[in-house]
């Protein structure tokens, strides 16, 4: 329940993000920031799961999708890193 929760969150941060700026580098990192701390958090839950990277890739493929920008998925996928 708490990773469909987080997927919707996700894809609502993404609109709110969207609707606030125009310009995907900012989008991006913020969106990849949360996107970190989210995938930490449900990595310490589920250590030996594959659910939080599947939740990762669906919510930054459905990001693409909307936003048809390789440069905002790849700041996407560089902060989750970091975050």
């Not at 700026?21 to 970190?36: A, N």
């Not at 930490?40 to 669906?58: E, G, I, Q, T």
């Amino acid at each position: 329940m708490e990773s469909v929760l987080a997927i919707g969150i996700g894809l609502g941060l993404r609109i709110v993000v969207d609707a606030a700026t125009d310009d995907h580098r900012v989008g991006g990192v913020l969106v990849g920031l949360w996107e970190g701390v989210v995938l930490n958090h449900f990595v310490r839950k589920m250590p030996r799961s594959f659910d939080p990277y599947v939740a990762l890739a669906f919510r930054v493929f459905v990001d693409f999708l909307f936003t048809q920008s390789l440069s905002r998925m790849a700041l996407v996928v560089l902060w989750t890193l970091v975050g």
